[in-house]
Structure formats: C-alpha cells, structure tokens
C-alpha cells in the first residue's frame, strides 16, 4: 500500500485537488486497492471548511466529486503513517518542516518535482542559476483553477508514473 498525503496552506484548493485528481487516476489505472490518498493543510484556517466552490467546479467539470471532504491540518502522526508528503510550494515545504521538525525519512518533495515543469532561480549567496521545480500557483490569490488543474494533474500524472515502476 503506498500512501501520500498533498499539502497545501488552506486545504480547500490545491490539495484537495491534487487529492481527488490523484484518486481518480489510481482508480482509471485500476490501482485503488493499492494506494491510500488524502490532503491536509499546514494552516489552521480553513479546519473544518468544504472545498472551494471554483475548486469543487473545476473537479466537477472533469467529473471528479470530492463531496463530503472538510479541511484539516497536517500532524505528527501523518509523518509517521504516510509514504509521501507532497507539497504546493515551498512555503508549504518550510511550515512543513517546522511542525514536523524535519524531514529525516526524506518523504517530502514538492508535486511538481515529478515533472520537468521547472524554472532557472539566481541564487546570489552561491552566484549562481540553479533549476528548481515550479511551484502549483495558489489559485486562492490568482483565481486562475484552470492553471492549477493542469499543474495538479501533470504532478499526480508524473508521481503516479514514479511510484509504479
């Protein structure tokens, strides 16, 4: 059984989506006994809340329900049960850090670290470009579900692929 957990701030956009995309493309591939599959957020927030309404709309448009799913928050115990805790961007990656203290099992990776969907980041301590993966846009601040759609599913696409070599 392979288990992954999305993280975002909220959990009412991103991971949510990423969570019900993820699902829907483990049981396409007839892989739904062997993978467990939810989201948490890193803040408190939204504990409680359904999904987003455009976030709900977007999933509804390629028909995916996530009916029923309420926000919560990421806890110590979700390290030690989940095989992979896979994050939004790296402000989720640094909360992530700090409430878990760490990452010693090198279970957290971002989602669109899966995929080639990277970007060139100077870095003037080490005066240098380094590639990094680009992060899923909080579509809370940009309103754009479409583009955070396409991220999610290249992420889940791509680390589904990875955990079924």
């Known amino acids: 059984m392979k288990k992954i957990l999305f993280i975002c701030h909220g959990n009412i956009c991103r991971s949510p989506m990423a969570e019900f995309i993820m699902k829907k493309l483990v049981a396409d591939a007839g892989l739904s006994d062997q993978f467990q599959i939810d989201s948490a957020a890193t803040s408190t927030e939204e504990i409680g809340n359904p999904v987003y309404p455009p976030a709900r ?3 509804a448009e390629h028909g995916i329900s996530c ?5 919560r928050q990421l806890t110590q115990r979700d390290y030690q049960y989940y ?15 700090r409430m878990l203290g760490g990452d010693p099992d090198h279970k957290i990776d971002l989602l669109l670290s899966f995929t080639d969907n990277t970007h060139e980041v100077a870095d003037p301590q080490k ?26 599913l290249a992420g889940c696409t791509a680390l589904l692929q990875e955990l079924t070599k």
Request: aromatic share 8%; proline share 4%.
């Open 67 to 71: 009916a029923g799913k309420t926000a």
């Open 127 to 152: 005066v240098k470009t380094e590639i990094v993966p680009r992060e899923v846009a909080d579509p809370w601040y940009t309103g754009n579900f479409d583009a955070t759609w396409r991220d999610c």
């Open 57 to 59: 709309r977007k999933l």
């Open 83 to 97: 095989d992979h805790l896979i994050a939004m961007d790296q402000n989720n990656i640094r909360n992530m850090m």
